[in-house]
T-cell receptor, first 113, second 113 residues
Framework: NAGVMQNPRHLVRRRGQEARLRCSPV?????VYWYRQLPEEGLKFMVY????????ESGMPKERFSAEFPKEGPSILRIQQVVRGDSAAYFC???????????FGSGTQLSVL | KQEVTQIPAALSVPEGENLVLNCSFT??????LQWFRQDPGKGLTSLLL?????REQTSGRLNASLDKSSGRSTLYIAASQPGDSATYLC????????????FGKGTRLSVIA
């Protein structure tokens, strides 16, 4: 069974460009979470999605950030007009319906030059 | 607002020693608490999950305890090995629904051969 797959593993962008991070959850999981980890910091919750719906986006910046989890295909975290402060590791986790146990991907390391 | 603190931030021990990692949380109204391991450049691996009604969980050389009333958990590692070197993260979840985990910043453990 494949676990949570994130790609790319490393992403380099210049200031002002767009970053798209992809997450394919464990097969059969309908809940996806995105977390961000800044250097020397813990993981901070960003957004929680179920298929086609955003359930909780309280941890996501109001501007430049968006997330989706379409009916078909992976979940996408999109960051527009990236700034140096966006440099971080972005982790995706998934869970089956009705349980709080999460399975994490290996993360995408975003570097903004 | 739930806050999770882990002490110490870093720990270095010789191989074979027993050690304790500490985690404290401010809001005792938790559903469960989890300990994760994070290796550099990799995702999180769940080690132990303790339900709020439980006192401890054991897996091999790992033992995690939970004292919900005092807002504390400890992770005990027996007979440490160099392969145990990693960052250990503590996380709590508020209720049984698919609500976000709240993480501590982690303890970076180095076991010296």
């Amino acid at each position: 069974n494949a676990g949570v797959m994130q790609n790319p593993r490393h992403l380099v962008r210049r200031r002002g460009q767009e970053a798209r991070l992809r997450c394919s959850p464990v097969k059969g999981h309908s809940h996806v979470y995105w977390y961000r980890q800044l250097p020397e910091e813990g993981l901070k919750f960003m957004v929680y999605l179920q298929k086609e719906n955003i359930i909780d986006e309280s941890g996501m910046p109001k501007e430049r950030f968006s997330a989706e989890f379409p009916k078909e295909g992976p979940s996408i975290l999109r960051i527009q007009q990236v700034v140096r402060g966006d440099s971080a590791a972005y982790f995706c986790a998934s869970s089956p319906s009705g349980t709080p146990q999460l399975f994490f991907g290996s993360g995408t390391q975003l570097s903004v030059l | 607002k739930q806050e999770v603190t882990q002490i110490p931030a870093a720990l270095s021990v010789p191989e074979g020693e027993n050690l304790v990692l500490n985690c404290s949380f401010t809001d005792s109204a938790i559903y469960n608490l989890q300990w994760f391991r994070q290796d550099p450049g990799k995702g999180l691996t769940s080690l132990l999950l303790i339900q709020s009604s439980q006192r401890e969980q054991t897996s091999g050389r790992l033992n995690a305890s939970l004292d919900k009333s005092s807002g504390r958990s400890t992770l005990y590692i027996a007979a440490s090995q160099p392969g145990d070197s990693a960052t250990y993260l503590c996380a709590v979840i508020r209720n049984s629904g698919n609500t976000p985990l709240v993480f501590g910043k982690g303890t970076r453990l180095s076991v010296i051969a």
